[in-house]
């Protein structure tokens, strides 16, 4: 199967709260030889932070950075949606920091 058929599996999972069965169709991706996009990430990512698996959401967000994925701004949205959820306001704050660095703004992020 190709890119396209794994992102809309991961989706489709992710859109049925199935986040655990959106992480085993992206495993078997990396196993077929699938370079995750961001988009792969990002449903991953969207899926956890749903549920509310902060470890999970973080765990994610750091294998994407490692696999020098660029990150989004719908990639920060998640995350701090998903921490935002948890009540760290410091963390919130240091990832707006992050987000900074990273990206610049661009006519959606102004």
């Known amino acids: 199967a190709g890119e396209e058929v794994y992102t809309a599996s991961i989706l489709f999972f992710t859109c049925l ?3 655990h069965r959106a992480h085993a169709v992206f495993d078997m991706a990396l196993e077929d030889g699938i370079r995750p996009n961001s988009r792969m990430y990002n449903f991953l990512l969207g899926a956890y932070a749903n549920e509310g698996k902060w470890t999970m959401t973080c765990q994610l967000w750091t294998q994407m950075v490692r696999n020098d ?3 989004t701004p719908h990639s920060f949205n998640i ?7 948890s ?4 963390e919130v704050f240091e990832l707006m920091h992050l ?5 610049k703004p ?5």
């Open 17 to 19: 709260g199935m986040g």
């Open 69 to 71: 994925i660029l990150p």
């Open 79 to 85: 995350l701090l949606r998903a921490q935002q959820k």
């Open 87 to 90: 009540g760290n306001k410091l």
């Open 99 to 103: 987000m900074s660095d990273i990206m």
């Open 106 to 110: 661009n006519s959606m992020t102004r």
